[in-house]
């Protein structure tokens, strides 16, 4: 255990000049069609800071080895990094101690361990689960699975007609037999910002868990504390914090984890295998079975390393851009913008008689990468009767000028189309 | 328009906007659907075969301007031609929309303006869909109750 200190209180938010982020990002200076990239898929996944390619290269270059198994220097080396970027996880969460993060492939298979881990360990037939209608597939089926597995019943909490949490709903969906919760911090497809606290609460004045799903919301929000939210889980990726993919955490709450049966098993999670019997490893380590994404691990820091003073400026800024984009498109005539009034990081729309897999293709053609779908949240979709919608996300690096390139190429695209 | 004019020329927007023959045929000796989980299109194609020759087709269809396109100028491509000749034009546009040289050779016709979606290979699934549908629709079972219940098979 490593008892961290307490994190000083963030500055106030100092404005954030974009085109002095955006240089560096390599990504970013590229032509796309022959036009330049306007990067607007951030809530899939964001570009990465010369900072994070830097601690990508050096690790690999000068302390690759694997971790918590070698004697010999490059093997401390490495295993000193990985742990120092567990500390860094921590941190960045606001975790009471670097023991409370395990790190796992990412923000979905996090949320597949609790549900196999904590879920089959505590779940008995007739017991629930409660989500909400806006998840992602990712906080949805492993929950849907975990139900069949064990007899235990999936709870649907509502949401109103712009995709926003019914909170009566909510509080109607939690029961006796409620053992567990999980909800989106930051709704992927319509960019829903949920009370995750009063949630929490909410959740355990019925002796249950809450797990909160903080995949968008971690890099978008100016920074997590899960002390402060009060959730019991936190699931989230590093390659939407600007970091590498193929690595993500969980956290935990220590006496939760600690209660916890493995789920994988192999090296690393085990201390000792005598021919009859197994001592598994104390958490974290006794969820990371084989050998973890390190390098991966070690850029999720240099990411967390990079974002973290700038995080409270990049929420203002990305609201500012989301307003802008907002209002310009719903000017548009033949665009509706859906989604709740007050949004994070997200704009998503449709345009009339134009599908969205049209209406990106037209914006890609302009340079603008966008996402259209479902979203992943098909489920949502249905409920607000959207054949899906096209999504713009925003980033530090993104300017005004780019919104004004999404509008002008979503005003071709229903021209064009439409 | 260079670019995505290129995709979007008139035989599609026309063809996209104003499909044709959409709907089923209450005469359907084969059908089948299928879906792109991509994007969530999803494509109903329905069969008139008698004998050896497809004698109509339609589809329903949700999705983009791409696939009801592909769907509309398939059907049109179709009604009329042997089952192996089908087969042909299937081939010849898979390998057109992947933008690989054609399998013989042939003159698409219309369909030729399918092939700007190999500059858009995350749209080429769109255009595939239909002709995948009607692929597997071609393979299956004659519909029960149909009034062509002759086990449907290709000589070719």
Redesign the interface.
Known sequence: MHPLSPRPAAPPAAALDPRAVRRQFPALAQRV??VRLAYLDNAATTQKPRAVLRALTAHYARDNANVHRGVHALGARATAAYEAARARVARFLGAADAGEIVFTRGATEAINLVAQSYGRSVLAAGDEVVVTAMEHHSNLLPWRRLCEQTGAHLRVAPVDDRGVLDLAGYERALGTRTRLVAVAHVANALGALNPVAELARLAHARGAVLLADGALAAAHVGGVDVRALGCDFYACSSHKVYGPTGVGALYGRAELLRAMPPWQTGGEMVLAVGDDDVTWAPPPLRFEAGTPPIADAVGFAAALDWLEPLAPAAAAHEQALVTHAAAALAAVPGVRVVGPAARVAVVSFVVDG?????VA??L??AGVAVR???QCA?PL?RRLGL??AVRASFAPYNTSDEVERLVAAVGRARA??G | MPGVGDLYRAVILEHGKAPRNVGRLGTATHAAEGDNPLCGDHVRVELLVEGERVRAARFEITGCLVATASASLMTEAVGGRSRAEVRALHDAVAATCAGRPQPGGGDLGALAALAAVRDYPSRARCAALPWETLARALEAAPEAGAPDRKPARDPA
């Open positions: 069609r022959g134009v599908h969205p897999h049209d293709t037209v890609d053609d259209a779908g479902d098909q979709m054949p899906g064009l189309l």
